[in-house]
């Protein structure tokens, strides 16, 4: 199975939407701009490529007004999210897959990203 994730940072908070050709959406996560640790939203995103059993592309994208990547956190106290040999990143993109419901409105996630590839 191929598995994809956006995450998407706004003002408040960062969405996480991780999807399949073959099963749509997986797994939707709002999780706090400030995590715990540096390093957990990398160990999180690790941790679904191994569930995966394949490296995972995460696609991230900021909202106008949302805090810069130094400024929130979200990656510690790096200027770009920290990667493996489970985790590659890009900016921008979509996804369309089938849809879960609940969680609130990630319809962001769903939308072309102006400037996007």
């Given at each position: 199975m191929r598995l994809t994730a956006q995450l998407q940072t706004t003002i408040s908070e960062a969405r996480l939407l991780c999807t399949s050709p073959e099963w749509g959406d997986l797994l939707k996560a709002r999780l706090p701009l400030r995590p715990c640790h540096?390093?957990?939203?990398?160990?999180?995103?690790e941790g679904l490529s191994l569930w995966n059993g394949s490296p995972l592309s995460v696609v991230i994208a900021a909202e106008?007004?949302?805090?810069?990547?130094?400024?929130?956190?979200?990656?510690?106290?790096?200027?770009?999210?920290?990667?493996?040999?489970?985790?590659?990143?890009?900016?921008?993109?979509?996804?369309?897959?089938?849809?879960?419901?609940?969680?609130?409105?990630?319809?962001?996630?769903?939308?072309?990203?102006?400037?996007?590839?």
């Open positions: 540096p390093r957990a939203l990398l160990t999180l995103l106008s007004g949302s805090p810069s990547w130094l400024d929130s956190g979200l990656f510690g106290d790096e200027l770009w999210p920290g990667e493996s040999q489970l985790v590659r990143y890009e900016i921008g993109g979509h996804v369309r897959p089938k849809r879960l419901r609940g969680l609130g409105d990630f319809r962001e996630l769903r939308t072309p990203l102006r400037g996007s590839r």
